[in-house]
């Protein structure tokens, strides 16, 4: 059975830190590219972060709006991919997801997902 469990999510001040926690099981978790999406109400979700899997020597890509603030990192051996958050803004509040990718354009992409973990950060 495929789990994503997402962590680390709370209330936290402008320009405060969070470390947010995603840990997979019931699949090879090292051959997935790993995500992290947020969805603000009313929008629409949104890629924050993705790393490569191991065959793509954990390369990482960021939104143009966390770029210098946000730090995607896996842990292959512990099956757990991080999210450290850093001079967060009330516009960073959202529910953030995680996500299992794994395929290509051409045949296909496998998706898991967790359930999302509320960021809120407010003064």
């Known amino acids: 059975q495929v789990q994503l469990v997402e962590s680390g999510g709370g209330l936290v001040q402008p320009g405060g830190s969070l470390r947010l926690s995603c840990a997979a099981s019931?699949?090879?978790?090292?051959?997935?590219?790993m995500n992290w999406y947020r969805q603000a109400p009313g929008k629409e979700r949104e890629l924050v972060a993705g790393i490569t899997s191991a065959f793509g020597a954990g390369s990482t890509n960021y939104a143009d709006s966390v770029k210098g603030r946000f730090t995607i990192s896996r842990d292959n051996t512990k099956n757990t991919v991080y999210l450290q958050m850093n001079s967060l803004k009330p516009e960073d509040t959202a529910v953030y997801y995680c996500?299992?990718?794994?395929?290509?354009?051409?045949?296909?992409?496998?998706?898991?997902w967790g359930q999302g973990t509320q960021v809120t950060v407010s003064s």
């Open positions: 996500n299992a990718r794994r395929g290509s354009y051409y045949s296909g992409y496998r998706d898991y």
């Open positions: 019931g699949f090879t978790f090292s051959t997935y590219a």
